[in-house]
Nanobody, 117 residues
Framework: QVQLVESGGGLVQPGGSLRLSCEAS????????MGWYRQAPGKQREWVAT???????NYADSVKGRFTISSDNAKNMLYLQMNSLKPEDTAVYYC???????????WGQGTQVTVSS
């Protein structure tokens, strides 16, 4: 089973930026779409962004124009550049591989992002 490890979260002021990273234990990026998800306190986990093996990207409306998903297949790394952060972006962020539009690997521990002044 592939393991996913997220990192890069932290406390940032509104309007600030963070870059999240996700490392996979083995190469899966070339054969799978990959995505970022997030779960805010008291809410269900929601999809944030997807990147296909061909490099096409898609974003939730709430983050479009502010977040950028990218990958480095040679390093088995997935990234999420988050700019113009808002308090409503506060959540634990997770990465996963996507098949038939759904995440299918065991979730990692996630990385906490807190946007607050």
């Amino acid at each position: 089973q592939v393991q996913l490890v997220e990192s890069g979260g932290g406390l940032v002021q509104p309007g600030g930026s963070l870059r999240l990273s996700c490392e996979a234990s083995r190469s899966i990026f070339r054969i799978n779409a990959m995505g970022w998800y997030r779960q805010a306190p008291g809410k269900q986990r929601e999809w944030v962004a997807t990147i296909t093996s061909g490099g096409s990207t898609n974003y939730a409306d709430s983050v479009k124009g502010r977040f950028t998903i990218s990958s480095d297949n040679a390093k088995n790394m997935l990234y999420l550049q988050m700019n113009s952060l808002k308090p409503e972006d506060t959540a634990v962020y997770y990465c996963n591989a996507i098949r038939f539009s759904s995440p299918y690997l065991d979730w990692g521990q996630g990385t906490q992002v807190t946007v607050s002044s």
